[in-house]
């Protein structure tokens, strides 16, 4: 929650401050949202493979491994978190805005949030999936 609160006011005074410092406003290049798009798929595709190794199969995985994949879960949904604040704070701040410019960040930042917000499910989705599974005897192997 406060990783997304910081990343809102970094987004909304982005603008502001490119004017005031007389730089050119920001935008979201596609490049931006294919790369959140990635990580949010890879995210989502270790979340499922370690749910269906650990869970369903009952199969387990190194300590190290679990560990890893635990942190990298929670480090996926934070930063997330604070890229999705960030990209609403840019659409809040181009809102009202005139030009072509800026109906096109605010789609392109709207098109990043998305992913980003899906990068905050997957990286909670990969914290649950390294749960032991009930009824186990805390062995993961």
């Known amino acids: 929650m406060v990783s997304w609160a910081?990343?809102?006011?970094?987004?909304?005074a982005s603008r502001g401050i490119a004017i005031r410092a007389g730089a050119a406003t920001p935008s979201v290049s596609w490049l931006t949202i294919a790369?959140?798009?990635f990580v949010m798929a890879v995210t989502a595709g270790t979340a499922y493979?370690?749910?269906?190794?650990?869970?369903r199969e009952r199969r387990g995985v190194a300590a190290e491994q679990a560990v890893a994949r635990?942190?990298?879960?929670?480090t996926i949904a934070r930063l997330s978190a604070f890229v999705l604040g960030g990209f609403i704070g840019i659409v809040i701040?181009?809102?009202?805005?005139?030009?072509?410019n800026a109906n096109h960040v605010i789609v392109r930042a709207l098109l990043a949030a998305v992913g980003a917000g899906g990068g905050v499910a997957a990286g909670l989705l990969l914290e649950h999936a390294c749960r032991v599974p009930p009824g186990g005897n805390g062995d993961l192997r």
Do not use: C, E, M, R
């Open 70 to 74: 635990l942190v990298f879960g929670k």
């Open 6 to 12: 910081l990343g809102l006011v970094a987004g909304w």
């Open 93 to 100: 701040s181009n809102l009202g805005v005139d030009g072509d």
């Open 49 to 55: 493979l370690t749910w269906s190794t650990v869970q």
């Open 35 to 37: 790369v959140i798009w």
